[in-house]
Every structure is written in structure tokens, then in C-alpha cells.
């Protein structure tokens, strides 16, 4: 009698930092990467078709091993399980296929609790080349792509990708676009920094600071922070920032911050804010200005930063601006 292999969630494969840094994509592809490793048989599935309502966007995915683990997720984790369990089927079989779920599905017993549809595509057995060229794009912060045609059972990876580029259907042939998850740069000191690299680190995001104060290893290792501590705002070296990146500054003392906006706005950083009320704002504003900084480079400074009102508790501050920043990425992600 064949023994009967239940789906089950995959326990992480990497450290919480490197989650963190790769994001969801890297957990999926590095479950590939395992499967491939240890010869065992894989699917990618993906998210190809969304009818009425749905609570992930086209594009998301999966990564289904045919001992039955799986990580990822195309709902808001009721038809997991289920999607684990037909993967390990066309795995079995050794075909590709496209499968339904909700209103139309075969699934009679599945059903979502949204009462739309969607559809996916189970590709088995995407080339170890691919996945392996996958998980350094996501280690690198570079926007890719992988091309997957149904029709035809190809599956293309596109290595380089502008930022802003659309998932979705080009003909016969579906777009998965991969971007970098936000980093979130923190530049300045004492409990402002601390609570927003608390939020950030819950959040998932690249974090790394560069503070005045002694943020110390343990605190960095706590948050999975990158830290450098600054003597004075000479100290910084070149700013790691990408398209990708949101700068944030946590200074009371403008003196520290002029010369650090300028290095931050020499860079192509999708967010920059500081710390500061309306005139503060105003005050950084004049002096940049009399320092030879454009008033187009100045307009790129949010201040006050934080996408609520005024607030003098480090926390509310911090989820307050982590909302700022959020609203900002998905607005970049959409133009």
C-alpha cells in the first residue's frame, strides 16, 4: 500500500535576518533550492488568474516538494493546503497544469471565503539553473523576471528588469516581476532609532543604521539591523542605497543631518524624510539652500515625516512613519 504523504508547511530554510532581507520570494526559492539539493522533485505555483475578490494580487506563489512541503501562500491560508496536495499530484505526474479554485472549480469542497476564483499555474520541475540564478538576483536587490507560457510548459528568466515593472499576461505568456524588498536606512540616535528599527525588523524590511548613540551589536543582532556608529557626520561612508531604499533621519540636532541629506539625496532613494515639525522642516529648508542644494532636491525631503499628525511617543512615531514609507513604496511600485 502507498503511503499517503500529507502537505505541510515548510519550516523556514533561512535565518530570520535573511528572511527578512530576501523576503517571501527568498523562503520560496530556497525551498527550491532544498528540493533540488537533496533530489527531490518540486513545483512552482503561481497566481495567474484572479475573478471577484482575492486577498494576494496576481503573481504570488508557492514552492511545493514532493514530500509534501510547501511555503508561500495564494490566499489568506485557506486553500494551501489544498493546492499543496494537487501540485504533489502533477508532480507525481510530471506535467505542468493549470488549476482552478473557487466559483467554476472542480473543487466543489473548496471554497473562498471571498467568493470569487482564481487560478494557477503548477510549473514542475523549473530548471535548477533558473532557481539557482533566482535566489542570487534576490540576494544582489536586483528587479527580474521569469516568464512562465502555459501553453508550451517554457519558463524564461529575464535578469534584469526597470523598477516599476508590471506581473501579468503579455499574449500567451505570464510575467512574474521580482523587486527587492524596501530597505529601510535609519540615520540618527537615541529612542526614535531604537523604535523604528523595532517596527522595521516586525515589518521584514532591509534594515541598516547608522547611528550617533551606541546602538550596540546585541541590539543590532535583536533587530537583524547592519549598524555603523558615527563619531561625527564625517564618519558615514557612501550611503547603500538603491531605488528600492527609504531614508529615514532621526535627529533633533540639525548640525548632524545637513551634510548626511545631502549624501542621501545624491542617491536614487524612492523615500527620504526627517525628523521635525513644520518649521524645523522650514529651517532645513534654508539652510540646504544656502548650501548650494537645488529646491528640486530639497522638494524630495519629506517634513514632517509619518503619514498621521503630530506625536511625542517614539512608537506611535515609528508606526507612523513606517506607514509613510509603505504608502510611498507601493506608489513607487505602481508608476
Known amino acids: ?21 530576501r523576503g517571501e520570494s527568498g523562503e520560496i526559492f ?54 499543496a496536495a494537487e501540485a504533489m499530484q502533477a508532480i507525481e505526474a510530471g506535467e505542468n497544469r493549470i488549476l482552478r479554485f473557487g466559483v467554476g472549480s472542480p473543487f466543489f469542497d473548496i471554497r473562498l471565503p471571498c467568493g470569487g476564483s482564481i487560478e494557477v499555474h503548477v510549473h514542475v520541475n523549473l530548471a535548477a539553473d533558473i532557481v539557482q540564478s533566482i535566489a542570487e538576483l534576490l540576494r544582489q536587490r536586483t528587479a527580474f523576471g521569469l516568464e512562465l507560457t502555459p501553453s508550451t510548459g517554457g519558463a524564461q528568466l529575464i535578469a534584469s528588469m526597470a523598477p516599476g515593472s508590471r506581473t501579468g499576461w503579455s499574449d500567451d505568456a505570464f510575467l512574474r516581476c521580482y523587486s527587492p524588498v524596501t530597505r529601510l536606512l535609519l540615520i540618527g540616535r537615541g529612542v526614535e532609532l531604537e523604535s523604528m528599527a523595532r517596527m522595521g525588523a516586525a515589518a521584514g524590511l532591509d534594515l541598516v543604521a547608522f547611528c550617533v548613540d551606541d546602538f550596540s551589536a546585541a541590539t543590532a543582532e535583536r533587530f537583524g539591523a547592519a549598524t555603523e556608529r558615527l563619531l561625527t557626520p564625517a564618519d558615514a561612508p557612501p550611503l547603500p542605497i538603491d531605488p528600492w531604499t527609504a531614508v529615514v533621519f532621526l535627529f533633533h540636532d540639525r548640525d548632524w543631518e545637513a551634510g548626511l541629506l545631502g549624501a542621501a539625496l545624491s542617491g536614487d532613494a524612492f523615500f527620504i524624510g526627517a525628523l521635525g515639525s513644520r518649521r524645523a522642516h522650514a529651517v532645513r529648508r534654508d539652510r540646504l539652500l544656502a548650501a548650494g542644494v537645488s529646491g528640486a532636491s530639497i522638494g524630495r525631503i519629506r517634513g514632517p515625516i509619518g503619514l498621521f499628525g503630530p506625536t511625542r511617543d517614539a512608537n506611535a512615531l515609528a508606526i507612523s512613519i513606517l506607514a509613510d514609507v509603505t504608502h510611498s513604496r507601493l506608489e513607487f511600485d505602481q508608476v
Open 1 to 21: 500500500m502507498q503511503d499517503i504523504i500529507i502537505p505541510h508547511r515548510a519550516a523556514p530554510t533561512l535565518s530570520a535576518s535573511q528572511a527578512e532581507i
Open 30 to 83: 530556497d525551498l527550491l533550492q532544498l528540493g533540488l539539493n537533496a533530489g527531490i522533485p518540486h513545483a512552482l505555483v503561481t497566481l495567474i488568474e484572479v475573478e471577484g475578490g482575492s486577498s494576494r494580487a496576481i503573481g504570488a506563489q508557492m514552492a511545493v516538494l514532493a514530500d509534501g512541503r510547501y511555503c508561500g501562500y495564494l490566499s489568506g491560508g485557506c486553500i494551501e493546503a489544498a493546492v
